[in-house]
């Protein structure tokens, strides 16, 4: 289930039918399901129920019944945690032995892999793309849509296939990890093994903002800038005339043209990126400069990757007399370390070329809204994709519609949709509660909060609750973040907090991966952590057991 609305924009030229076209078919490369088992005109793997998008399970019960060592039980706990679902009914199509073939041939060859050279060329060619961006400005409104079709259907495909089937492929690889340390009964040693593994695509924003924030520390101009707020802060810094402002702005810009791509709610038509929202990024950069070096992600990761190293030299020594779990193990860490900055480095690609296509209609909506004829920028999002043709013909006649979609949008926003729901037996929306009501028990003193350990650590500090990363100019150093969850749009909020604490997560999501690559305690899937957790409590987190500490 999704945290927040679909816009039309999104489901009509990103999501529902174009994403699952690209995702029956990473499926069938991986070898869990024939083409032919997707009904053509209807969306079999996702489901919009009153603007929420929804996974379906059932597929996912079929994919761990066809998987060798899953079940469709496994399943269940991996995407619901401890909310019970209705009982699996097994069908005669879901447990066959050609599939399973298929499938023990995708886990052959991911565990014999040693790289994956085409996640580079991938990320070479989103590059490309990258610097051959068009002048939005000089283009007219057909030629912006022109042009946003043709990255979405020429392009765009392959990144998101490969890095759908990647999520797949690196499921095999927890899972071999999680089975090789199994007899030692330390459910924190996966999370120890995967830490500071290095080449993290969604944390290296972090290591440039970093760098970003000693500019400041070591400027008195760049500080005293910083120091009246984020909100103006690139316009007076582009306006300066000192050379610590302009060497600033030099390497924003630089770090804009790299990252810029990268948002919160990465896979939205209108994804507030850095790249349009600078103020952004530059709040989480006056965060930073206010951490004291110890906090150097650099430093971190080198700390972490010692750490790894020896934990791994003294399982080596426990197992000299068992050569055949030995193997398992190494054989499990090594494909740890391809698969981990791969599937970032999937998401990262796919990301960046996503945002190729969503420029030109961000411009076309800045376009409409000059001329009048939008109330405001992202209007554009309220139109569907194959109406785009008709918007540019007559942008008038769209008014009264893009009204009472964003009147929809809105009061749908309010609710909080079930966590699940059974086809034939959702709840009225007249029944679903507002996001605002309490919705759990406040935790009290005492309380211990269970989640998955994500990176081993332990940290106490005060509760700070942010549900956008705009927000993080409130989070003061030695605090502890809770969050709904995260996306790599958060990753540099990570080095300015103690821990961090999330509602949703697994071990191979993004808040795992970056936690464990910056040296963040992290606990993921706290049930309603932000609502039974509020501002000021004091936490003590313990990344390695996965539990948080009310006092």
Not at 273 to 289: K, N, V
Not at 306 to 316: D, G, N, P, S
Not at 332 to 346: F, N, T, W
Request: glycine share 6%.
């Amino acid at each position: 289930m999704s945290s927040t609305v679909a816009t039309p924009l999104f489901w009509s030229m990103i999501g529902g039918p174009p994403s699952e076209r690209e995702w029956q078919q990473a499926l069938a490369e991986f070898g869990a399901f024939d083409l032919d088992e997707f009904r053509g005109d209807v969306i079999d793997i996702q489901g919009l129920v009153h603007g929420y998008v929804y996974l379906n399970l059932s597929n996912m019960r079929t994919f761990g019944a066809r998987m060798p060592g899953a079940t469709a039980d496994l399943m269940d706990r991996t995407y619901l945690g401890d909310r019970e679902a209705p009982p699996y009914i097994p069908h005669p199509d879901d447990d066959k032995p050609e599939y399973t073939d298929r499938i023990l041939a995708t886990v052959q060859r991911v565990m014999s892999e040693t790289e994956r050279p085409d996640i580079e060329e991938f990320r070479k060619a989103a590059a490309k793309l990258r610097a051959a961006r068009p002048d939005y400005e000089s283009m007219n409104e057909a030629d912006l849509v022109a042009y946003q079709r043709t990255v979405m259907r020429e392009h765009y495909p392959v990144f998101t296939r490969t890095h759908l089937r990647m999520v797949y492929e690196g499921s095999i690889v927890t899972g071999a990890l999680e089975e090789a340390v199994a007899p030692f009964g330390d459910p924190g040693l996966a999370v120890r093994l995967t830490a500071g593994l290095g080449n993290i695509a969604s944390a290296a924003p972090n290591h440039a903002m970093w760098k970003l924030g000693r500019l400041v520390r070591g400027s008195s101009n760049l500080t005293a800038q910083f120091d009246q707020g984020v909100a103006t802060l690139d316009e007076r810094l582009r306006s300066a005339a000192d050379s610590d402002a302009s060497e600033f702005v030099t390497a924003f810009d630089e770090f804009l043209y790299e990252f810029g791509s990268r948002s919160t709610q990465e896979w939205e038509a209108n994804a507030r990126t850095w790249e349009a929202f600078p103020t952004i990024p530059l709040g989480m950069i006056d965060r930073m400069r206010l951490q004291e070096e110890d906090k150097n992600p650099v430093e971190q990761s080198k700390r972490l990757r010692e750490e790894r190293e020896l934990c791994v030299a003294q399982i080596r020594d426990k197992l000299a007399d068992q050569p055949e779990q030995l193997a398992k193990l190494e054989a499990a860490l090594r494909s740890v370390a391809v698969y981990s900055p791969a599937r970032e480095q999937s998401k990262t690609n796919t990301i960046r070329v996503l945002h190729e296509a969503r420029l030109p209609m961000a411009e076309l909506g800045r376009r409409y809204a000059a001329q009048g004829v939008f109330a405001r920028p992202d209007d554009i999002v309220m139109v569907r994709e194959d109406e785009l043709d008709a918007l540019v013909a007559d942008p008038q006649s769209f008014r009264d519609t893009i009204v009472e979609r964003w009147e929809w949008f809105d009061q749908l926003s309010e609710l909080e949709p079930p966590f699940m729901v059974e086809a034939g037996k959702i709840p009225p929306i007249t029944e679903w509660p507002k996001k605002t009501d309490p919705g759990a028990e406040l935790a009290t003193s005492g309380d211990v909060l269970t989640g998955l350990p994500a990176c081993a650590g332990v940290a106490t500090g005060i509760a700070r609750l942010i549900t956008d990363p705009e927000n993080a100019p409130d989070l003061e150093p030695g605090e502890i973040l809770v969050a709904p969850l995260t996306d790599p749009g958060w990753t540099p909020i990570f080095t300015s907090a103690a821990a961090v604490v999330v509602n949703v997560g697994s071990s191979m999501s993004h808040a795992a991966i970056v936690s464990r690559e910056l040296g963040i305690p992290c606990v993921l899937g706290v049930r309603q952590a932000t609502k039974r957790i509020k501002d000021g409590m004091l936490l003590t987190v313990d990344g390695g057991a996965g539990t948080v500490t009310v006092h």
